[in-house]
């Protein structure tokens, strides 16, 4: 069956340093979804992409859809203590949406 | 506007007993999912719901069910728990597109615990 896999599973990085995650699908997806979820919270979304090639930006967070639409990213410049969470991005199935493993970052102050 | 609200927040529940799980969608929302989201699993995905018809369903047993009523409220059912059934149940809601949807709102979710 369809899978959604993610890069890195944890990243730590430096309040100020730039961070990177990967999302990868095993099919062509006709939409992405990325979402954030806090620690003790609920996934919250973020943004979605539906072209290939797309690039959206959310003040410092860049979000972009690969040409075959099989893979995503999610860039953060310059992470703040804010952006701690686990980040999730979802494919769309058949009237479902397959999650990624998802990517938990902490940022050390 | 009121968001998605799951009911209730915590539940505490023995082995072999059976629970149900209410969700309320954000209005106008006709879509409502479930995802079961434990440690090793993340976000496994349930059911959906659209129009009081189930759409699509996860791969889990058939001791999980659900239900929309005509107010587009949803219930989710277990019955004879297991331990393995302890975990963080989320309800999304969402308005939906020919490819998908416009994003999951997702409601605080039950933790559920079987002891």
């Not at chain 2, 331990?83 to 416009?102: E, M, P, V």
């Amino acid at each position: 069956g369809q899978q959604v896999m993610q890069i890195p599973q944890y990243q730590h990085v430096q309040e100020g340093e730039d961070f990177t995650t990967y999302c990868n699908s095993s099919t062509t997806l006709s939409n992405i979804q990325w979402y954030k979820q806090r620690p003790g919270g609920h996934p919250v979304f973020l943004i979605q992409l539906v072209k290939s090639g797309e690039v959206k930006k959310q003040k410092r967070l860049t979000f972009q859809f690969g040409e075959a639409k099989k893979n995503s990213s999610l860039h953060i410049t310059a992470t703040q203590t804010t952006d701690v969470g686990t980040y999730f991005c979802a494919g769309v199935g058949t009237y479902k949406y397959i999650f990624g493993t998802g990517t938990r970052l902490k940022v050390l102050a | 506007k009121a968001g998605v609200t799951q009911t209730p927040r915590y539940l505490i529940k023995t082995r072999g007993q059976q629970v149900t799980l209410s969700c309320s969608p954000i209005s106008g929302h006709r879509s409502v999912s479930w995802y079961q989201q434990t440690p090793g699993q993340g976000l496994q995905f349930l059911f959906e719901y659209f129009s009081e018809t189930q759409r699509n369903k996860g791969n889990f047993p058939g001791r999980f069910s659900g239900r929309q009523f005509s107010n587009s409220r949803s219930e989710m059912n277990v019955s004879t728990l297991e331990l393995g059934d302890s975990a963080l149940y989320l309800c999304a809601s969402s308005r939906t597109t020919r490819d998908g949807n416009y994003g999951y709102t997702f409601g605080s979710g039950t933790r559920l615990t079987v002891v």
